[in-house]
């Protein structure tokens, strides 16, 4: 192992942690995930009983908060206890693919130090081997240079998992809001049904 493979190893980490910050602004936001006025056209065909034309928009508007509402639909014909056991499923498979998503942030964010770690551990022993092979011959300067490009990989690898932790937490707390507005979403869609349902 050398200093120039560890520097490898993390230009493509940063180069990976890059990637996975732009797509998943593309796809890890608000008009994607909770689609803007789909939940009230949704509770109004529930409202008017046109449950197949509520299933309808749902389909034809693939997000979070579809994909959530569907599942509950599905299970309309059944009693609430399956209707909220469904919803539950729905919100925790989303969140967990969600989740899984933006996971790989995570865990380029603590693996980055280490790889950076191994190679500043690496370049000190090769430091130290070239001193023991020259019998002490080898100057102060020669060994402060040695060290100083094993430090080299420890920073790098820094540089690559600042940014990707700081990714991670700002998409964790934008998926955790999103479902749980998509939680909140399914209860003002189906809690009229639920107390009609009661009163008859």
């Not at 732009?22 to 949704?42: A, N, Y």
């Not at 100083?148 to 790098?156: E, G, R």
Request: one cysteine or more; proline letters at 3%; aromatic letters at 6%.
């Amino acid at each position: 192992i050398t200093g120039v493979a560890i520097m490898l190893v993390l230009i493509t980490m940063s180069i990976v942690t890059i990637y996975l910050i732009i797509d998943h602004l593309l796809t890890v936001r608000r008009k994607d995930l909770m689609p803007p006025g789909l939940d009230e056209q949704v509770r109004q065909l529930l409202a008017a009983g046109q449950i197949e034309e509520a299933a309808q928009a749902c389909r034809a508007r693939p997000s979070l908060a579809s994909f959530v509402l569907l599942h509950g639909i599905s299970e309309l014909e059944f009693d609430w206890k399956a209707v909220e056991k469904a919803l539950e499923d729905a919100l925790a498979e989303q969140a967990a693919r969600l989740f899984r998503k933006i996971e790989y942030l995570n865990v380029i964010g603590n693996l980055a130090p280490m790889v950076g770690l191994l190679g500043t551990v690496v370049g000190m022993v090769i430091a130290f081997q070239q001193v023991a092979s020259s019998q002490g011959a080898a100057g102060a300067g020669e060994l402060a240079a040695g060290i100083y490009q094993a430090l080299v990989t420890t920073v790098a690898g820094l540089i690559v998992a600042i940014p990707a932790l700081a990714a991670f937490a700002v998409f964790r707390n934008r998926v955790d809001q999103y479902v749980a507005e998509a939680a909140f979403q399914a209860q003002q869609v189906f809690g009229p049904l639920r107390r009609r349902k009661k009163k008859a």
